[in-house]
């Protein structure tokens, strides 16, 4: 008996247990069946003025198929039959769901037809999926809720508003949101004025357009003196942090600059400085480089596909090689026998220029070819109201290590020493058993291979054309002229700094005073400076 009892209880136990899981999983369920009742009940009587409020009723409800239903009744897929009091949602497959759990229905009726909508209940409808919007598991259709909530400030979706800050948990979304209940409470016309003052001092934390010219609207309509001045401060702050973040964005755009500028004269630094040669067709090393890109991404849409982010990591030792043997074909087969002759120089690879640019065109065409961005270079992000697009921030890191590997391979590999001795005193280090005419070549090799490379980076930002180098070989030779000659870190500093001091004058000058006004500021330094920023020791020596 003692072990019936037991055994009852147990059962006892399970039952109870299998009846509250089973309460708590319907309940909400019914919970939702019951909130959609009321609304549904009024698509029954199939009239405008119901039907506005079942759509209100519907998008308060909180209930999880509530944006659903709106969207069916949007698109003519919410039925109704007035006779038998029956609603149900045709889902894309024709199925009929029932409206409270869109799970499918036992025994569909027939006899249905669409809930009769005007423009004005479209309207009203589109107005409250955004709103429903709000509350969405996509965090990025909350983000454009919110903004679509506060460019309409209606006062009607300021319940809903609230309703989302309360159960928001991402910070960036929670900020819109707020931003937008602020806007909201700004637009109100019976709101109080502490109400609006409040609104104005968190709008005043904001930066955008948007929000400046809601102030600035708010600003033209307002007659009570103190919103009217606490609308002019805010507006005021938010002037001087743009323009704060103007000059921020400037100088991120000269840092972008800069760095195109470094990768492109880098190599012109190295065999100027070595070899004291003025290689015009140093520019068309930048473009090989870009071509090269080109026809490694071709291959991959053609043969890989899928791995075409690998395009640009296989592009730049390929286009290092390639631009450094012809930089080396060039030097054993023109330079080297016009050393100290700085002016035919000059013409001869002027000439090799012209002769590299109609190659590319006989070969590629004279019109742009199109390189992709591998994805991770694709988009871009805000930091503290700046932005900053992959494609540059990347830029900028690889000529941070580009110019990190040849300081490397300067100081502490053998072809660096025998080349800053070269540079430094070229009859010392001949008599010291330095091949010179090994060095030139190499060095030659090595600043062609570096401008191949910079027209990979560059291809990503420009359009690659055979006339691509020219638009940077002045600027080039500007940078190692204001820099020093043959010097590295001048290098780096000079085009930093002219890419910086570009950026900021543009918006004042224009882009065209711009590059004039810094020309004759460079003319005016080299007067001063002959040798550059930062002159090698040792150069006077072999002069």
Not at 69 to 98: E, I, N, S, W, Y
């Amino acid at each position: 008996m003692a072990a019936r009892s037991k055994l009852g209880r147990f059962f006892y136990s399970a039952l109870t247990l299998v009846a509250v899981l089973g309460m708590i999983c319907v309940a909400p369920f019914a919970a939702s069946a019951n909130v959609l009742d009321a609304p549904l009940a009024r698509l029954e009587a199939d009239s405008f003025s119901e039907t506005t409020k079942a759509i209100e009723e519907i998008a308060r409800s909180g209930a999880p198929a509530a944006a659903t239903l709106l969207q069916a009744m949007a698109d003519r897929r919410l039925l109704f039959d007035p006779t038998t009091r029956t609603v149900a949602v045709k889902d894309a497959a024709g199925k009929l769901l029932d409206p409270r759990t869109l799970q499918p229905l036992a025994s569909p009726p027939s006899g249905l037809s669409p809930v009769r909508i005007n423009n004005r209940l479209r309207g009203l409808i589109d107005a409250e999926l955004g709103t429903l919007a709000l509350v969405s598991p996509d965090r990025a259709k909350r983000l454009e809720a919110a903004d679509a909530v506060f460019k309409s400030r209606k006062a009607s979706d300021l319940e809903a508003v609230e309703l989302a800050i309360s159960r928001e948990r991402d910070s960036a979304v929670a900020t819109a949101l707020r931003k937008a209940h602020s806007a909201i409470q700004l637009a109100k016309e019976d709101a109080s004025l502490s109400v609006k003052l409040a609104a104005v001092g968190e709008l005043g934390a904001f930066t955008d357009t948007d929000t400046l010219g809601l102030l600035n609207q708010t600003l033209a309509s307002a007659r009570q003196p103190e919103l009217r001045a606490s609308l002019e401060a805010a507006i005021t702050r938010i002037e001087h942090q743009r323009q704060l973040l103007a000059g921020v964005q400037n100088v991120i755009y000269g840092l972008s600059l800069g760095s195109v500028l470094l990768l492109a004269a880098i190599g012109l630094a190295i065999t100027f400085g070595v070899m004291g040669v003025i290689n015009m067709a140093h520019g068309e090393m930048v473009m090989l480089g870009a071509y090269t890109t080109f026809v490694v991404q071709e291959a991959f849409r053609t043969w890989a596909p899928g791995a075409f982010d690998l395009s640009l990591p296989i592009a730049i030792p390929l286009a290092f090689g390639f631009t450094g043997l012809v930089g080396i074909a060039i030097e054993r087969g023109i330079i080297r026998f016009l050393y100290g002759r700085p002016l035919e120089t000059l013409l001869a690879t002027w000439g090799v220029s012209l002769v590299l640019q109609q190659a590319v065109r006989t070969t590629f065409g004279p019109t742009n070819r199109e390189v992709g961005n591998p994805s991770y270079m694709s988009g871009g992000f805000e930091v503290f109201g700046v932005s900053i697009t992959w494609g540059r921030l990347w830029i900028i890191v690889f000529t941070l290590v580009v110019f990190a590997g040849l300081q490397l391979v300067l100081r502490a590999t053998r072809l660096g020493l025998e080349m800053r001795a070269v540079t430094q005193n070229r009859r010392m280090a001949g008599s010291m058993g330095i091949r010179s005419a090994r060095v030139d070549a190499l060095t030659f090799g090595l600043g062609s291979g570096i401008a191949g490379i910079a027209g990979v980076a560059l291809s990503q930002i420009d359009n690659v054309s055979p006339n691509l180098g020219q638009s940077y070989i002045v600027d080039s030779f500007m940078v190692v002229v204001f820099g020093g000659v043959g010097n590295l870190w001048g290098t780096f500093v000079s085009a930093f700094a002219l890419g910086i001091a570009n950026k900021l004058l543009e918006p004042v000058a224009g882009a065209v005073l711009a590059k004039i006004f810094i020309l004759v500021l460079l003319i005016l330094f080299i007067q001063k400076r002959p040798r550059g920023l930062f002159a090698l020791k040792g150069r006077a020596v072999e002069a």
